[in-house]
């Protein structure tokens, strides 16, 4: 582990592996860069790139200075970049993924930007997070109310029934989200309206939006709608994905994505996907 000094003086936790163009991988909610798809995705990377996984503020090894605020995660980014020696790629996954997408539009030294699934509202059949989201899950976390939190995350924000919910309280991965709950407002304020920002035309180098061909319609929806609002998007299915993609199936794609060379991967039994340029 290493750690690098944000723009405010926030210590940002990172774990640095293999050669290469360098990759900073960012991750969704409830995940640090010891879970969550990073685990992994980032070995298999490192055999091509110079891979950075790092705990976003407030998880684990980072510090989490306060008042929180989507800038001071970009400025977190931009010192990884630099410590990286720039320019760089960025993947991000779920609300990861949208902040790849702030980094890129708020002009960082990034070459290219690869996504998958941004958690956007882009039509009226998926769950529509409250507006005081954010308020609300930063006041439960705040007066101690953490497993509260985190049900009010997974029913209001992903859309799970809440008995399912409850009853995840008694899982043994239970305590490591619980640790992680009071990072939900951020994500929450990482969303905003939970739109498509307009300033996602201001993202002028390659993009490539990904999500699974077995993930609900309007996550694709969303996936759609972002390829359509950046001016040099590419658009992929991963055939038989969901939300929680494969390390194995992703691999290849970002690989020649990154790299702009084609990786052949033939495996039994699977799919192979299409590129779609999205105009």
Excluded at 248 to 258: K, Q, R, S, Y
Aim: aromatic fraction near 6%; hydrophobic fraction near 40%.
């Amino acid at each position: 582990m290493k750690k690098v000094i944000s723009k405010d003086g926030t210590p940002i936790a990172y774990d640095q592996m293999g050669q290469g163009r360098p990759v900073i991988m960012i991750d969704g909610a409830l995940c640090s860069r010891l879970s969550g798809p990073g685990v992994s995705l980032a070995p298999r990377l490192s055999q091509h790139f110079t891979v950075f996984v790092y705990d976003r503020r407030g998880r684990n090894d980072s510090g989490n200075t306060l008042p929180y605020a989507v800038e001071r995660e970009v400025e977190d980014i931009a010192a990884l970049i630099k410590e990286a020696g720039g320019p760089v790629c960025l993947f991000g996954h779920s609300s990861g993924a949208v902040l790849a997408l702030e980094a890129a539009a708020a002009g960082l030294n990034v070459e290219k930007v690869a996504i998958y699934e941004p958690p956007y509202v882009a039509s009226g059949n998926g769950p529509r997070p409250p507006e005081d989201a954010a308020a609300q899950l930063a006041r439960l976390a705040s007066i101690g109310r953490r497993g509260d939190a985190l049900e009010y995350w997974m029913v209001k924000m992903v859309g799970q029934k809440s008995e399912e919910a409850a009853s995840m309280r008694n899982a043994p991965f239970w305590p490591a989200l619980e640790a992680l709950a009071h990072t939900l407002a951020y994500e929450a304020t990482i969303m905003g309206d939970w739109r498509v920002p307009v300033r996602m035309a201001s993202i002028r180098i390659p993009a490539l939006v990904i999500d699974g061909g077995g993930s609900p319609e309007y996550m694709r929806q969303a996936a759609q709608a972002v390829a359509k609002a950046i001016p040099q998007a590419q658009y992929r299915t991963l055939e038989g994905q969901t939300h929680n993609v494969a390390a194995e199936a992703i691999t290849p794609v970002l690989i020649e994505f990154f790299a702009g060379e084609k990786t052949v991967v033939r495996q039994a039994g699977k799919k192979e996907t299409h590129q779609q340029h999205i105009p």
